[in-house]
């Protein structure tokens, strides 16, 4: 790419609800100093709590509309690409072509098809829910940067629709007891809930199936739930988790139900990327919970860990709520957009050597993002789902 051409465009997100954007103005300074531009679609972070002279004042430049943005810019930074907003994210297709860098989340080991899509019409992608967890790596991984956020606003979302409060009090008419919230997954949203419940007062458990994250469990002031499950191979090389057996799970289930049926809160993180969230809580459990137990699952997009969750609704069963909600970070834009935009702006910056784009199969960060290259799709992952082979 030529230095002087280099545009990078930040499209306003289209995504029902979404309400981040891709970069906040802050980060353009980070990008304009190697010699980048960068062009906005016109009000594209007003649902973030960014204005348009915010972005101007730190360097960037507005688009007249969508469609000269597309035309203009080489390098395309998104919250939601393609594969991730299967919907309205096909209007902007006939806008792409082989000129085109997208860098963003595309669940590609979801939604494989849109990856066969973009490369189809030659564009050149990166997916961000790929970015493997290494030392290197941490300042680009945005899924532990929206898990964070997810994990926080779980436990405000409990703590809103539970009938007593968190936190033990003593008080003239008496002592109230804390509210017993058990998580599940202690993943970084799953950590974060641990960490939000304790600093409201609640008495917290949790569970993990790997037998790594016991140690951080307790870190935070919390009981690690001691399951006699055999999962030494729990996590990839990446740091994801990785598929059980239904042996495995079921196993899990029945030693989870008396701590589940006892808890006030269940909050759980429990997810395998590209594949449906493990079922861990049974409809026949909920109805051993007390009326007025709240169960928030955070993987209600994949399916769920709790039988009766439905996406983005609220499900009464026996008198325990069940919420299902599924773009959590959304509901704190502003700073969900600072975190993932500093996360995609480091990317960028990781490509972009001697003046260029450099694409460095060799690298391994890299290569783990690099989706869609030169009309074809090279991720090995997602070529093995297209041709309808096991990745995991």
């Known amino acids: 790419m030529d230095l002087k051409r280099t545009i990078v465009g930040v499209p306003k997100e289209t995504y029902p609800g979404e309400t981040m954007v891709a970069l906040a103005p802050s980060h353009v300074p980070l990008l304009t100093k190697v010699g980048l531009h960068v062009l906005v679609e016109p009000d594209a972070g007003l649902a973030a709590g960014f204005r348009n002279e915010a972005y101007l004042v730190n360097g960037a430049q507005l688009a007249r509309d969508r469609a000269t943005l597309f035309s203009s810019a080489q390098v395309l930074l998104q919250v939601r690409t393609l ?22 989340l595309a669940d590609p080991l979801g939604r494989p098809q849109a990856s066969k899509e973009l490369a189809t019409r030659g564009v050149s992608s990166f997916a961000m829910e790929l970015v493997p967890r290494i030392a290197r790596a941490q300042n680009m991984d945005v899924l532990s940067s929206l898990a964070t956020i997810a994990g926080y606003k779980a436990v405000l979302l409990a703590a809103v629709e539970l009938p007593r409060l968190f936190p033990m009090l003593t008080t003239a008419a008496g002592t109230i007891p804390p509210a017993r919230v058990l998580v599940i997954g202690a993943g970084v949203a799953g950590l974060q809930a641990i960490a939000t419940a304790r600093r409201l007062g609640a008495a917290v458990s949790a569970y993990d ?13 919390a009981k690690a739930v001691a399951i006699p499950v055999e999962t030494t191979d729990a996590e990839d090389a990446g740091g994801y988790a990785k598929v059980l057996s239904e042996d495995i799970f079921q196993r899990q289930r029945e030693c989870l139900a008396p701590v589940v049926a006892a808890s006030d809160v269940v909050i759980t993180t429990a997810a395998v990327p590209g594949r449906p969230a493990p079922l861990l809580i049974s409809g026949d459990l909920v109805a051993r919970m007390a009326r007025g137990s709240v169960i928030v699952d955070a993987t209600a997009d994949r399916g769920g860990n709790c039988e009766l969750t439905r996406p983005n609704e609220i499900v009464r069963h026996h008198g325990v709520v069940i919420l299902g909600p599924t773009n959590l970070p959304s ?3 502003t700073h969900a957009s600072q975190m993932y935009g500093r996360n995609l702006a480091n990317v960028l910056l990781h490509l972009w050597k001697d003046d260029s784009l450099c694409v460095d ?11 869609t290259q030169g009309g074809v799709v090279v991720h090995p992952r997602v070529q093995a789902l297209l041709a309808g082979g096991e990745t995991q």
């Open 361 to 371: 199969v060799e690298d391994e960060i890299t290569r783990e993002i690099l989706v």
């Open 331 to 333: 509901t704190v834009p």
């Open 83 to 104: 594969g991730a907003n299967p919907d309205k994210g096909c209007d902007d297709i006939p806008l792409l072509g082989p000129q085109h860098t997208v860098i963003g």
């Open 209 to 221: 199936v790997r037998a790594a994250a016991r140690e951080q469990i307790q870190s935070l002031g």
